[in-house]
């Protein structure tokens, strides 16, 4: 089976449900913070290593022949439901415009987290160590956008966002 199917569900969810349940989510979504210094080089790095990713599970095929199998599948699925989970609290933030509901009480960043778990499990099925490659490479090139993104955050919503911070974690 060829891995490009494996990116049904992430499209399904991050573009379909969270459309369905606020369109202007969907622009918030795809709004990337001010980006300064080495942020600006990070930034191609994430959409490049994105699109990457994407493109050569095209070329991969879901490996059914070990062990590695089933946990790819459990990560994988794993990775859906957090996917679900992180688009739904994303969907409706407060009054103020921060999330803090769902997933958002746990990490200020669950759709990276989501996204990694749900890659990651992409990366076990199809046993393919250039793709593992490529994740690492998003991954890294995603901090720098998060970074940028918590000092919009906080330029935006000053204290609000400090306290925020203080009680949760950047990532878990």
């Not at 499209?11 to 080495?38: E, H, N, Q, S």
Request: glycine share 6%; net charge positive.
């Amino acid at each position: 089976m060829n891995g490009a199917l494996l990116l049904i569900p992430l499209l399904l969810i991050r573009f379909g449900l969270l459309g369905v349940l606020d369109k202007d989510g969907l622009k918030r979504a795809a709004y990337f913070a001010p980006l300064v210094g080495m942020e600006k080089a990070a930034y191609w790095v994430y959409q490049i290593s994105n699109t990457v990713f994407f493109v050569y599970l095209f070329f991969l095929k879901i490996r059914s022949d070990s062990d590695w199998f089933y946990t790819g599948i459990a990560v994988y699925g794993f990775g859906i439901l957090l996917c679900t989970a992180s688009v739904l609290a994303f969907a409706k933030p407060a009054e103020n415009g921060i999330n803090r509901n769902g997933f958002y009480r746990i990490s200020r960043n669950p759709m990276y987290v989501a996204f990694f778990v749900y890659f990651l499990g992409c990366v076990l099925l199809t046993r393919s160590l250039l793709l593992l490659a490529i994740l690492l490479v998003f991954q890294f090139s995603a901090h720098w956008i998060i970074l940028s993104e918590e000092r919009w955050c906080i330029k935006k919503f000053g204290v609000a966002y400090r306290n925020y911070m203080s009680r949760v974690r950047r990532y878990l």
